[in-house]
């Protein structure tokens, strides 16, 4: 039997986030002139009924959605992953040399101009038909085997320098650059013949997969720190800063991004009576919770309604069922094959940059797209891999709502300012230390809330220490149609 999900659900708040910002009146000097412009008042969330989520990386554990992501394709999946690099490099060098700003990785490359994409597969074309790169490739689709992100890494750290030498010596066929300074050397195919070396091992003996990945974390380890030293002394030395010595970690690190669209999360628990929670969540007992009640969907499970921009881009909103998800926490990682893991994309980029080649061959890995059944277990996915923390984090009995606007851009913080009904809102209660002053300020905003949405109920608690059990327990101050007449009474 299926656990029962709770029906009432705790949002902690900081004062000011719930309170906004008053307004600041401009100053004037003696003459009347305005020296320091006015600030127009800033609603807080409480007033304008709105719960913000924020991206990822800006929450308090830096393994948000951590996923284990592994690359198991033939030679067309992998000869297309070197095209994509060989574009994000492209992309990331002209944007240097430009002085514009540096974007992530491109999602798809047929969305490049016709110019810059005609310059970059000139590029690939030369890259792909070096036989050490191509023996690179026929040891990564070997057996179609698990390629794990230290090996993926190693891997691009050893041939990266070969094929920045080849994207800088077209930018000079182009006049993009004033010179060509060749960047390839012997040490590197030394490099390179260990790591074929390593693949070759890896590919004719059936060693388990961690003894395998254990050996490329230390293997990419000793490339990385000798690339170290060397980049480090070329910059010392004054004749470095060509080359973003990081960028195969930052193209590593960016290719799971393109498994999915942007996701921002707003963070709820099931109960609002642990110590640390409010320490940590609450401004340290300074703060208040929501108490929300939710409504269910079709298969009982909890939701909170919300107002989400519409899908078709027009202007307004539309109401979205948001379902609460139980947050699982467990230190093993959800493991996907990032080659079978963008059904997010159209078919027709799927096809052109990552499932074909340009002479008519099609990758295997392109059996699973386009079915319900792989599209369900990619939803499947996502929905694990974003309602996973490790089990350092259990005690907070969390339960998330995960926003995921798609194609929609809403890297505006106004935009993830998702209203919700204010007849959910069922209570607040107040932090063991929060400031009378702010509780005062809270209660007034609430009944003013009330009054407008024609409420007759709202429940105030507080969290207290109880000497008896030692435990922090709620105790309701009342409720609105209590102050209500507390305040008609004193005003009669």
Wanted: aromatic content about 12%; hydrophobic content about 40%; some cysteine.
């Amino acid at each position: 039997m299926s656990e029962v999900a709770p029906k009432i659900f705790y949002r902690f708040r900081p004062i000011d986030r719930l309170l906004g910002q008053a307004a600041i009146p401009e100053k004037m000097d003696e003459n009347g002139r305005i020296i320091e412009a006015g600030k127009p008042a800033i609603p807080g969330e409480l007033e304008d009924s709105y719960i913000f989520f924020p991206s990822p990386e800006t929450l308090n554990d830096p393994f948000e959605g951590y996923t284990k992501f592994f690359w198991s394709g033939d030679k067309i999946a992998w000869a297309n992953l070197f095209r994509h690099y060989v574009h994000s490099l492209g992309c990331k060098e002209l944007a240097r040399l430009l002085g514009a700003e540096q974007r992530p990785i491109p999602v798809a490359l047929s969305r490049a101009t016709g110019k810059w994409r005609k310059i970059y597969e000139e590029v690939f074309a030369i890259v792909i038909s070096d036989d050490r790169v191509l023996a690179h490739i026929h040891e990564l689709a070997a057996r179609e085997r698990k390629v794990t992100r230290h090996e993926l890494l190693t891997q691009i750290l050893v041939l990266n320098d070969f094929i920045t030498d080849r994207l800088f010596f077209i930018f000079a066929k182009y006049k993009i650059v004033p010179e060509y300074k060749a960047l390839w050397r012997g040490r590197h195919s030394e490099l390179s013949s260990a790591l074929l070396a390593a693949q070759k091992h890896a590919n004719a003996t059936n060693v388990e997969l961690s003894r395998i990945e254990s050996n490329f974390i230390k293997l990419g380890g000793l490339f990385q720190a000798s690339k170290f030293a060397l980049e480090i002394a070329k910059h010392l030395s004054g004749i470095g800063g060509e080359v973003f010595t990081d960028f195969p970690t930052l193209y590593v690190d960016q290719l799971p991004t393109l498994t999915q669209d942007p996701w921002y999360v707003a963070c709820f628990m099931s109960n609002c009576t642990n110590s640390s929670i409010w320490a940590s969540y609450g401004d340290n007992h300074k703060g208040a919770c929501l108490i929300f009640d939710t409504i269910p969907n079709n298969y009982e499970e909890s939701c909170l309604m919300l107002e989400v921009p519409k899908d078709d881009g027009s202007i307004g909103y539309r109401p979205w069922r948001a379902k609460l998800h139980k947050v699982d926490y467990d230190n093993t990682p959800v493991e996907i094959n990032f080659f079978e893991s963008l059904a997010h994309m159209t078919r027709s980029e799927l096809d052109i940059n990552w499932l074909t080649d340009r002479e008519g061959g099609v990758s295997p890995v392109s059996r699973g797209y386009g079915s319900t059944t792989t599209r369900d277990r990619y939803w499947s996915d996502i929905e694990r891999r974003l309602t996973r923390k490790w089990k350092d984090w259990s005690s907070e009995s969390e339960y998330r709502i995960i926003y995921n606007p798609g194609t929609r851009i809403v890297a505006d913080p106004n935009y993830r300012k998702l209203t919700y009904d204010f007849a959910a809102l069922k209570g607040i209660c107040f932090g063991a230390k929060t400031d009378f002053s702010d509780i005062v300020k809270l209660v007034e905003l609430i009944m003013t809330l009330c009054e407008k949405h024609n409420r007759t109920e709202f429940d105030f608690y507080q969290a207290h220490h109880h000497s008896g059990t030692n435990n922090l327990v709620l105790n309701k101050l009342g409720t609105f149609a209590q102050i209500k007449e507390k305040v008609d009474h004193l005003n009669f």
